[in-house]
C-alpha cells in the first residue's frame, strides 16, 4: 500500500461518518433512557402508589435485561448480520419504548423495561462493531471518540430532560420520546450500513448460554438488591450471587473447550484487550458508582430540583466534550500509556474537591471540579476501549466488543451498589430523633428527615422541629456523602496501577487494503 493511499485510508470519509450517526442514535436512545428513568424514580412512586424498592426495579429489570443479551449479541452478529440484527434490536427496543408509556401498573411498566433491556442490551456491542469494521481498528480511536457523545450526553441531558418533561407533561414523555428518534434511527440504519455479509458457520454454544446469561443475571439481582438490603448477610443478596458467580466460573471453566464459545475469552491472550479490560473495569468500578452520587448530593443535601442538579452536572460534560475528540485523534497515533495516565490525574484532582463537601460548598468549587473530572474523563475511557479493540482481527471484533460492554455492565452495577451501601450506612449512623417514627415504625434520623424536607419543605410544617436538628442532620448528610467519595477517590487512584502497563509504544492495527486482504500498518516506536 503506498503511503498516499495509507494516508487516504486514515481519514474518515462520509460514508464512514454515516455510519457512525446511526450508532450514535441508537447510543443516544440507550444510554439517555437510563439516566432519564433515574429522575423518574420518585414520580413512579407516587404514581403508582408504590415503595422505593419496587419502583427501583424499573431499572434494575433494564439492567439484568442487558446483561442475560449481551452475550448473545456477538454470535448473533455473525449468524445474522449485523445490520439486520442492529435494526431488530432498535424496533425493540423502540416498541418497549411505546409499551412503557402504556402501563397501569408498576408491574407491567417492569415488564416492558424487560423488552426495553432486551433491545438497548444489542445496541452498543453492536455498534461499537459496526463502526470498528466501517472505519479499520486504525481508526477506531476517532469512531469512539464520535460514540463517546451519547455517552456524555446521557449523564448531562438525561436528569435535565427528564425534569423538564416530567415537570411540563407527563412521566410517559420520557418513553414517548424515543418513539420519533426509533423510528428516524430505524430508516437511517436501512440507507446508511451496508448490506449483511453473515457467516452462519459457527454452531451456537447453549451449553454456554445456560451458564453465562442465567449466571450473570442472578448475580447483578444479588448485587441489584444489596444497596436496599444494606448488608450481604441477607439471603436475597448472597444467594442469587453465590449462585450467579457459580455459574459464571463454571463457564469460565468450560468456554476454553468449545470451539466458537458464546464469550470468547481465549481473545485475553491479547495482551492489549487484557491490560485495557482491566484498567477499564476498575475505572467504571469507581468513576460510575461515584457519578450516580453527584447529583444526589445536589438533591438531597442542597436541595435543589431535578432541573437545577442536572445543569450543575453539566461542567463535567462540557469538559469531556473538549478533550475526547482530542484524545480519539490521539489514540490513532500516540500510545495511550503515554496519555491516559495524565487524564486519570485531572480525574484525580477534581475527585478531591468532592471528599471535602459540606452543606455549604461553593458551587463556583464543585463546577470547576466537574470541568477538571470531565476532561480527564474525555482523554480516558475511549482511548481505553480503543487499546481494547484496535489490535483484534476482523473476525475478532464482534467477540472482542462483547467482551469490553460485559466488562463495563459488570463494572457499573458493582460501582453503584458499593457505593450506595456505603453512602446508606453512613447515612443510617446518623441520631435518631426521640419519639419520631415512619410509617414502618423506624426511628426517623436527623440525616433522613434533613434529606427529607429538602425536598418536601411541607414535612416541617407538619412535624415543627427545631432547626438545630436539620442543621446537624444536613452536616451528618454531606459528611456521609464526602466519606463514600473518599473510596471512590481511592479506587481511581488504584487504577494507575494497571493503566501503568498499557501500551507505550505504537501497537499494529488491521485494516483492510482496496483488494480486501488483511495487512499490518507499519510499528512506529515514538
Known sequence: MTQQSVATADKLDAAVLKVAGVVVLGAIMSILDVTVVSVALPTFQSEFDASYARVAWTMTAYTLALATVIPLSGWAADRFGTKRLYMVALALFTIGSGLCATADTIGELIGYRVLQGLGGGMLMPLGMTIMTRAAGPHRIGRLMAVLGIPMLLGPIGGPILGGWLIDTASWHWIFLINLPIGVVALIYAQMAL????????????????????????????????LPEAGTFAEAKVWAPMLVGGALVVAFVLYSFKPRHPLLDLRLFRNRSLTIASLTLFVFIIAFMGAGLLFPSYFLQVRGETTLAAGLLM???GIGAMITMPIAGTLADRVPIGRTVPFALGLIVVGFFSFTQVDPQTSYWLLGGSLFVMGLGMGGTMMPIMTSALRTLQAQEVARGS????????????????VMSVILTNELNGSRPIPGLVDESGKPVTEAGLAIASQQRPELLQQMPVDPSIIERGLDFAAKSFATTFWVAFALVVLTFIPAALLPRRRQPAQLDDPQGELVKTPVVIH
Request: proline share 10%.
Open 194 to 225: 451496508p448490506k449483511d455479509a453473515p457467516e452462519p458457520s459457527e454452531s451456537f454454544d447453549f451449553v454456554g448460554m445456560l451458564m453465562l446469561s442465567p449466571g450473570l443475571a442472578l448475580f447483578l439481582y444479588g448485587v441489584s438488591s
Open 314 to 316: 453539566a461542567p463535567q
Open 402 to 417: 462483547t467482551l469490553v460492554n460485559i466488562l463495563q455492565q459488570i463494572g457499573g452495577s458493582v460501582g453503584a451498589a
